[in-house]
């Protein structure tokens, strides 16, 4: 069975200019996560789906991040400027949902350095 | 504010021996305590997780201790090998919420 399948795995972009990052979760894994990890550091939820609905963004920068999950499938986040200090590993995971809800597999990440 | 503390943030271990990392919570609607290994380039992959209906819970070489009433939550992994070598996460959720995350620890089992 495949895991979660992030892409691209490295992005190397200047400031101020945006870039995407797709995510393909488990298959019939309602809910998606989106999370940030600094280097050293935890990850940190950035956004959550359940199904196709935003139910936690409320740690995502709307003013340059934002994120979709049509058809309650895929997902991707974009950032739009990038800065500087958006250099960090980004994570996709995802669950099941019910009794399993707690349980999150992570995809690899999308590494991001931003010159 | 820190939800879940973390410590300690690096850890030598010999092979063979015991790992310990410690783990400190503030919120008492926390019900679901994770440990997930991290690889480098690698995302984090669940070890071993604990509900606050038990004090421990043992897997392999793998165990949790879990004390409610002084909010702590602990790894160990017994008879350590260098394939352990890896930054190991706690983390921690109340129902229907997101993982909290702890810094981590980087353990580096050597021989």
């Known amino acids: 069975e495949a895991g979660v399948v992030q892409s691209p795995r490295y992005k190397i972009i200047e400031k101020k200019q945006p870039v995407a990052f797709w995510c393909n979760p488990i298959?019939?894994?309602?809910?998606l996560y989106w999370y940030l990890q600094n280097l050293g550091q935890g990850p940190e939820l950035l956004i959550r789906?359940?199904?196709?609905?935003?139910?936690?963004d409320s740690q995502l920068p709307k003013d340059r991040f934002s994120a979709e999950r049509l058809k309650g499938v895929d997902s991707t986040l974009k950032i739009q400027p990038a800065e500087l200090g958006d250099s960090a590993v980004y994570l996709c995971?995802?669950?099941?949902?019910?009794?399993?809800?707690?349980?999150?597999?992570f995809g690899a990440g999308t590494r991001l350095s931003v010159l | 504010q820190q939800q879940v503390k973390q410590s300690p943030q690096s850890l030598i271990v010999q092979k063979g021996g015991i790992s310990i990392i410690n783990c400190a919570y503030e919120?008492?609607?926390?019900?679901?305590f994770p440990w997930y290994q991290q690889f480098p380039g690698k995302g984090p992959a669940l070890l071993i997780a604990?509900?606050?209906?038990?004090s421990e819970k043992k897997e392999g070489r793998f165990t949790i201790s879990f004390n409610k009433s002084a909010k702590q939550f602990s790894l160990h992994i017994m008879d350590s090998q260098p394939g352990d070598s890896a930054t190991y996460f706690c983390?921690?959720?109340?129902?229907?919420?997101?993982?909290?995350f702890g810094k981590g620890t980087r353990l580096s089992v050597i021989a």
């Open positions: 995971a995802s669950s099941l949902g019910g009794l399993e809800k707690n349980i999150q597999y």
């Open positions: 298959s019939g894994h309602n809910t």
């Open positions: 789906y359940e199904n196709e609905e935003a139910v936690d």
């Open positions: 919120n008492t609607a926390f019900d679901y």
């Open positions: 604990i509900r606050p209906d038990v």
């Open positions: 983390a921690a959720s109340k129902p229907n919420t997101p993982l909290v």
